[in-house]
């Protein structure tokens, strides 16, 4: 082989590798943190991407719950020991192919892994497992054929929410601040099951962040409360029409501001101590509408014994814990410093028990 063929099959051999490590790119998301309680948790630069199976892990720790292994991502520290976030929100949006969504640049982001579908359906076992007295507020979010499958934990609240795709359909046509009248720019037909599918979707988001708005009292307790949206249209949508149509870009656009408008009611209403994160998944484009509901419940009904799980403590048990330590340190430093006085007292001088106790000379 001579110098010319050499040097012929090195570039060929490089073009294969990046070819095969762009391939690899296209088949992973990204993380987009778009609120956080500074204060309490810290979104630093990341070493190596996110596996999308650590995302559970990565929020349940935060909350405070223990996990079965250690974090090999290094893109988050806690910076309290005593306070956690009231609330996580996850909204995992489908895409088809390479999709950039283009956040905000300030807010943190980072490149995921794709290694197991993105969910928090162990963080949900944990919080209605330790709280289930309490009434958290867990609501899941996915889509399906004709209807959108919600799940909520809180009774009552969440019930008058319109769940098919048709009730979505009439408010959105109905409604005159809906997200068709407001948002739409002409490329998207919500004649069309597919453009229709997608603003449902968002509509029903937007209805669920407005429920919680006007039941301000679901985020006054120290409960911990988790969101988890799953969202297919962009998917759907770029299947139809391609990443590149002004379809999929107005879609996005749209997606953009309810995201925008679901962030700010959320932190309005848990007092900016809320983590709101935006997940894109790449999912196979020839995955059909239809998918199959995750039964939490299922998932919560298993036994724990087995889990090598932490006791479960009352949410005012560090208050209480405080309370009696620095009692106990302040009483026992009082009977130190009250027994070293009284050692080194001088009994002659000091002392009226001494003086009162102490026989006198009786004098004529």
């Known amino acids: ?18 070819g095969a490590l762009a391939g690899d790119n296209d088949e992973n998301g990204k993380l987009y943190i778009l609120s956080y309680p500074s204060s309490l948790v810290e979104f630093k630069a990341a070493s190596e991407p996110l596996p999308t199976s650590e995302i559970d892990d990565l929020f349940s720790a935060i909350l405070g719950f223990s ?22 929100a996850l909204v995992k949006v489908e895409i088809a192919g390479p999709l950039d969504i283009d956040i905000n640049s300030d807010i943190p982001t980072y490149n ?26 867990i609501v899941d979010l996915t889509p399906d054929t004709k209807i ?19 009730e979505a359909e009439g408010a959105l046509i109905e ?40 039941h301000s009292y679901l985020a006054a307790d120290s409960v911990p409360d988790v969101y988890s949206v799953t969202l297919s249209g962009i998917r759907l949508l770029q299947m139809e029409y391609g990443s590149d149509s002004e379809q999929v870009q107005d879609a996005v656009s749209i997606l953009k501001r309810v995201l925008t408008q679901v962030t700010q009611q959320l932190n309005k209403v848990y007092d900016n101590n809320v983590i709101v994160a935006l997940e894109t998944e790449p999912t196979a484009s020839d995955r059909t509408l ?14 724990e014994t087995d889990m090598n799980l932490a006791d479960s403590y009352d949410a ?49």
Not at 68 to 88: E, H, M, N, Q
Request: glycine share 4%; proline share 3%; aromatic share 10%.
């Open 1 to 18: 082989m001579d110098v010319r063929q050499l040097i012929l099959a090195v570039v060929l051999t490089c073009g294969l590798v990046c």
């Open 67 to 88: 996990i079965s292994k250690d974090l090999s991502w290094d893109g988050s520290t806690l910076k309290s020991v005593w306070s956690r976030p009231k609330a996580v």
């Open 112 to 137: 995921t892994v794709m290694d197991s579908p993105a969910n928090l359906d162990q963080l949900v076992s944990k919080v209605i497992g330790q709280y289930s007295n309490d009434d958290p507020v």
């Open 148 to 166: 959108l499958n919600l799940w909520a934990h809180r009774d009552g609240v969440f019930d008058d929410l319109l769940v098919t795709i048709n």
């Open 175 to 214: 409604t005159t601040d809906s997200l068709w009248n407001q948002y739409n720019e002409g490329n998207l037909d919500i004649n069309n099951m597919l453009d229709l599918a997608f603003f449902a979707e968002l509509y029903l988001l937007q209805e669920i962040s407005k429920t919680v708005s006007e």
């Open 290 to 303: 239809k998918r199959k509901k995750r039964d939490i419940l299922a998932t919560t009904a298993a036994p």
């Open 316 to 364: 005012d048990y560090p208050v209480f814990f405080h309370i009696i330590l620095w009692t106990m340190v302040v009483l026992a430093l009082t009977v130190y410093f009250i027994a070293v006085g009284m050692w080194n007292m001088d009994p002659g001088k000091d002392s009226i028990i001494y003086r009162m106790t102490s026989q006198r000379i009786k004098t004529d």
